[in-house]
């Protein structure tokens, strides 16, 4: 059964803060990694991830793809309020996309 | 599986076709969603239901219609579809419209239109 477990489910740190969002995947036929943010109904979409140790970068979040580990990392440095989301995984593979549960990530002032 | 179950896993149809898509969830949850994701382009937000009344409806073609007949079932009633409409469907479901519960997704009907 293809499933993708995200770590931790929740997360709260202060402003300026660095996080580590963690992401693994046991599936079949595997495509591509996406990381979403959620704040309002519509995810908003940050990095789609197919080949493995290629780090993406978007401002003060990167992202990479361990293949071998069948995981792969979100990072978030100098964190703001505005950073506080759900952040969720998803692997497209067998012509379908499997989400994780996300992680709930706060960030206090 | 993630509690959201959706059917039929494929389905193609010509453009005069009509088809529905059933989403189904057994999570106690009271609003559900239909999104649309095209190939290399993020998800876009279609309909979404509370408690069975549709709550917000982002300009999607009449060619879909959804339909919650209870807070457990969602359906996309597909009709004289484009070729363009062709992408994955997902259903997602959550405990009310607050974000602070997060989202249960199904894994997607794929859809071709021929």
């Known amino acids: 059964e293809d499933k993708v477990v995200q770590s931790p489910l929740s997360l709260v740190v202060h402003e300026g803060d660095t996080v580590t969002l963690n992401c693994s995947y046991e599936?079949?036929?595997?495509?591509?990694l996406l990381w979403y943010k959620q704040e309002k109904k519509a995810p908003t979409f940050l990095f789609m991830l197919?080949?493995?140790?290629i780090e993406k970068k978007s401002g003060r979040l990167s992202s990479i793809l361990d293949k071998k580990e069948l995981s792969s990392i979100l990072n978030i440095t100098a964190t703001q309020t505005g950073d506080s989301a759900i952040y969720l995984c998803?692997?497209?593979?067998?012509?379908?996309?499997?989400f994780g549960k996300g992680t709930r990530l706060h960030i206090l002032p | 599986e993630t509690g959201v179950t959706q059917t039929p896993r494929h389905l193609v149809m010509g453009m005069t076709n009509k088809k529905s898509l059933k989403c189904e969830q057994h999570?106690?949850?009271?609003?559900m969603y239909w999104y649309k994701q095209s190939a290399k382009k993020p998800l876009e937000l279609m309909f979404v239901?509370?408690?069975?009344?549709?709550?917000e409806n982002n300009s999607v073609p009449s060619r879909f219609s959804p339909e919650c007949p209870n807070s457990s079932h969602l359906f996309l009633h597909l009709h004289t579809l484009q070729p363009e409409d062709s992408a994955l469907y997902l259903c997602?479901?959550?405990?009310?419209?607050?974000?602070?519960?997060?989202?249960?997704f199904g894994s997607g009907t794929r859809l071709t239109v021929v």
């Open positions: 997602a479901s959550s405990q009310d419209l607050r974000i602070n519960y997060g989202y249960t």
């Open positions: 599936v079949t036929n595997f495509r591509s």
């Open positions: 197919t080949s493995s140790g």
């Open positions: 998803a692997v497209e593979a067998n012509d379908k996309i499997i």
């Open positions: 999570l106690g949850h009271n609003a």
């Open positions: 239901y509370s408690l069975e009344e549709r709550v």
